[in-house]
């Protein structure tokens, strides 16, 4: 089997045949004689395409190396007969965008590798962003800004790109790290004087059809840091993109540029004000409203217990509610907020004997309703709420603390 991928990556149709079939899991694949599909493998994922036989099209969803071979997998469960005649057409679009992903990855790695000294040991092509992991606990903004202008400036030289195959031996001592053990014909993408390593993926003949690079952001994965960069296609897009939410922004805040940022800056030291403010304001408004219920609160053997319904409340405000009636020793609320299913709060006060989450789920069946909690809070959620019936029970299950 010929892979055609890596003699020639700008192939992106031929004709060959079947030479087999694999099924595996409900899925069905077909080994062919020249390969152009690349099959996944190195951080690079699978081409798709299409597989033309006897005037029927088959779509080809995933490309795997095996030990029997490359397998195309299709979709659905037909396939073409061994020895058929086939006619394969890989997509394009996929096959650019890869390429373009890839190589930048390449070029990225041998600034670092070349500038710093920080080698990379980790790359996976995503459907967002590439990422590359590099052997150092932190990268600068400065730093980011030099390695993407350096690679820039290597893009647009238009470096020619070279593939050579060697044998092993004939590897220097550094290349031999990074080549698997047993594998003695050794594949090399260069680009003379910048970059040599061993890959199995497809790339331009120039670093100019890599297209523009921009790295985007960086996280810390053990403690190493995980870079995720875009190329060619995939940075036009996301500058366009970008530019879109930057235009939005602008018109929501009502300025540009660094203006923009310093209003946006100044809204949010009003909004921390304003919600520290408010935290405190309701705290205040709802000791006003627990106060004010205690003509309405059942008096039961010693315990002041306030059982309402706030159908404007959700669970924030039963439990700001639920808190600032409790403060007070000697006191239990059971409380419930909403149209229908309603939120149920259940807490108890200093100097109350009765465990809530007990006497909640003696009150679930009643409400049609399930929760959980513990001794001092229980909550959940009720489909009706007879209160009436609600306050027989309560009454009743103090009986067995009295």
């Not at 910048?194 to 331009?204: A, F, S």
């Not at 309701?282 to 409203?289: E, I, M, N, R, S």
């Not at 259940?346 to 513990?374: D, F, S, Y």
């Amino acid at each position: 089997m010929s892979k055609l991928y890596q003699m020639d990556p700008y192939l992106l149709q031929y004709r060959s045949e079947i030479t087999g079939h694999v099924e595996q899991s409900g899925r069905v694949g077909v080994l062919i004689k020249d390969n152009i599909f690349y099959p996944a493998g190195g951080g690079q994922p699978a081409d798709r395409g299409t597989l033309v036989c006897a005037r029927r099209s088959y779509e080809v969803v995933d490309v795997e190396q095996t030990p029997a071979g490359i397998v195309h997998w299709l979709a659905g469960t037909d396939a073409p007969a061994v020895g058929a005649g086939i006619f394969m057409r890989v997509d394009a679009e996929r096959r650019l965008d890869h390429m373009q992903q890839h190589h930048g990855q390449h070029i990225i790695s041998a600034v670092f590798e070349q500038q710093y000294g920080w080698a990379t040991t980790g790359f996976h092509l995503g459907e967002q962003t590439g990422t590359i992991d590099l052997a150092v606990s932190e990268l600068s903004d400065q730093v980011l800004q030099q390695v993407e202008a350096e690679a820039n400036q290597i893009v647009m030289e238009n470096l020619p790109v070279q593939v050579k195959t060697y044998r092993r031996s004939e590897l220097s001592p550094d290349l031999l790290q990074k080549v698997p053990p047993g594998e003695q014909e050794v594949r090399l993408v260069i680009i003379p004087g910048l970059d040599e390593n061993p890959c199995c993926g497809t790339h331009p003949r120039y670093t100019g059809e890599t297209g523009p690079i921009k790295l985007l952001k960086t996280e810390k994965v053990r403690g190493q840091v995980r870079l995720h960069f875009v190329c060619g296609g995939r940075t036009v897009h996301w500058m366009w993109q970008t530019y879109i939410w930057q235009r939005r922004l602008e018109q929501a805040i009502g300025a540009a540029g660094q203006e923009a940022v310093s209003r946006l800056a100044k809204r949010e030291s009003e909004l921390k004000k304003l919600q520290k403010e408010r935290k405190e304001l309701l705290q205040f408004k709802y000791h006003c409203l627990a106060e004010a219920q205690v003509p309405q609160a059942l008096q039961v053997s010693g315990a002041l217990v306030l059982l309402q319904h706030w159908p404007e409340a959700d669970m924030d405000m039963l439990r700001g509610l639920a808190a600032a009636w409790c403060g007070k020793p000697g006191r239990v609320a059971v409380l419930a907020g909403g149209h229908g299913p309603y939120d149920l709060l259940l807490a108890r006060g200093a100097g109350v004997a009765w465990p809530v989450n007990r006497l909640a789920e003696v009150l679930w069946p009643l409400c049609q309703g399930k929760g959980g909690g513990n001794a001092e809070v229980a909550q959940g959620k009720a489909q009706i709420l007879p209160l009436p019936e609600m306050q027989q029970i309560i009454a009743d299950f103090n009986r067995q603390f009295s």
